[in-house]
């Protein structure tokens, strides 16, 4: 079957017609298109092409294709050209001539972005309840460990000393963002386009807000030209399905590095590591890997579609077909690491002792140190010279900060006192950050305490 021929004297070439089919993965669409195409015959009906007993027998010829499709794979060896056609097929097959009305006064421009729109719907929500899901483990496993501090880092260099439950929620608050980026696509997605014809909008007079009503979509859109031609909603689809990878990628280098002999802050869970075929000692941490090479793959999708968008003229042209494939391929590789990055996560287990041990025996505590000597009254960049001589005293003698009493302290510089001796080890360092968002113990728990309101919030709104 073909939706389209009279004016051709013979048919495509089965090159061309292997070339430009989309069935193999626009598939997906298909129980947007029933959807899609259900509220269409209600405007039909509303029209007077369809009568209300035609209307009845198409939505119950689109019932049955649908439960028969959630049963099994209906597709075998269909040859169609598109999911568009494969339904209307189906149709033919169950409600016989009717199935020849269903496309009265629609355009499948107008229907393809109407039923990737909807697909993208139910995608947003589905890998907003998956974040919500990380995020949930990522705040019990800060909560598991409230006490445990390692290293923070910067230039991969051992900075100042962290709660390893403020590192945590470091990742929490990225995550936060990339469900807040989903929600605003979720809001410039929810649009119908259904009504705008090819381009220039029905020749019939549909009364859209109805379709949209039935299709859930909170807003019409307002250009037919644009309606058929817009393909922003995936943009921002693929640049939030981006972001994300991007983090996920972050937390998957951080841990492979933590959970390595080098670092031995970290132990991965059995369930998401692989050994080696030859070497008997390995675990190796292939999930974090996957996770951060998958990330490219899905920056990729989002530079695919820019480039497929770029220098397109209006309205509609066949290149936005290629607009699927990317983000198709996009949203199972961010479902599959999300629900990869739960596990990993909900499966690993800290050494505290160990991270302690790296950050007392490293220079973390001299950030506090300079601040203490500065509240004291000695100036910034002296208080900055004066621990830096200390530090390099340190290298010079092999002494680690906790080896330096008091007294050899004065030598260095007579501003330091037993204060400023009892900041040397990285736990006492650590509760001088008692600022918002600081990493002390006391600003810590109310840190937690506001992550599970808001994750509690963005729970309620699924
Ligand atoms: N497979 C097409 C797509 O994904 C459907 C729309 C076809 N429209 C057309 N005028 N050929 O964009």
């Known amino acids: 079957m073909k939706l389209w021929g009279g004016r051709f004297e013979h048919g495509p070439a089965e090159l061309f017609e292997q070339f430009s089919g989309s069935l193999d993965f626009d598939r997906r669409l298909l129980e947007a298109d029933i959807l899609g195409s259900k509220a269409f015959a209600s405007a039909l009906a509303s029209v007077g092409i369809l009568t209300c007993e035609d209307r009845e027998i198409v939505h119950r010829a689109f019932d049955e294709i649908l439960s028969e499709a959630r049963e099994a794979d209906m597709f075998g060896e269909a040859e169609d050209e598109d999911i568009h056609t494969f339904v209307i097929r189906k149709l033919d097959e169950k409600a016989g001539s009717l199935s020849q009305k269903i496309h009265t006064g629609r355009s499948r421009n107008e229907q393809v972005a109407t039923d990737f729109r909807l697909w993208m719907k ?119 399905a981006a972001g994300t990878m991007l983090h996920l990628s972050r937390l998957a280098e951080d841990w492979i590095l933590y959970s390595g002999e080098e670092f031995g802050f970290l132990e991965l869970g059995d369930e998401v590591t692989s050994g080696s075929s030859l070497m008997p000692q390995k675990k ?41 494939e990317p983000v198709f391929d996009a949203a199972a590789q961010l479902s599959g690491c999300l629900a990869v990055m739960k596990l990993t996560v909900q499966t690993a287990a800290i050494h505290p002792d160990r991270m302690e041990a790296a950050a007392d025996e490293s220079w973390v505590s001299a950030t506090a140190l300079a601040e203490e000597l500065s509240k004291k009254g000695v100036p910034f960049h002296r208080a900055h010279q004066i621990v830096g001589k200390l530090v390099l005293e340190s290298v010079r003698t092999g002494n680690r900060p906790q080896d330096w009493t008091t007294g050899e302290l004065k030598e260095i510089a007579s501003e330091f006192d037993d204060k400023a001796r009892d900041l040397l080890t990285a736990r006492s360092a650590l509760s001088n950050h008692v600022v918002p968002g600081g990493t002390a113990s006391s600003v810590l728990l109310g840190a937690l305490e506001e992550a599970g309101k808001r994750l509690e919030a963005m729970r309620r709104t699924q």
């Not at 090479?293 to 990729?300: C, D, L, N």
């Open 284 to 324: 190796n941490p292939d999930a974090c890997e996957l996770v951060r090479g998958k990330s490219g793959r899905v920056s990729g999708s989002l530079l695919s579609l820019m480039m497929t968008l770029k220098g397109l003229p209006l309205s509609y042209n066949r290149d936005l077909q290629e607009d699927k």
């Open 122 to 240: 139910t995608e947003i929500n589905a890998i907003q309840e998956l974040l919500v899901g990380l995020m949930g483990v990522l705040l019990d496993f800060a909560m598991r460990e409230p006490d445990a501090l390692l290293p923070g880092y910067t230039h991969l260099r051992r900075a100042q000393p962290v709660l390893w439950a403020h590192y945590l929620l470091a990742y929490f608050e990225m995550f936060a963002r990339d469900w807040q980026r989903f929600d605003d696509a979720y809001r410039r997605t929810d649009v119908l386009p259904l009504g705008s014809g090819a381009l220039a909008g029905s020749g019939f007079p549909f009364d859209r807000q109805a379709m949209a009503d039935e299709l859930g979509f909170s807003k019409l859109s307002a250009n037919s030209i644009d309606a058929v031609s817009d393909r922003d909603f995936a943009l921002d689809f693929l640049y939030a």
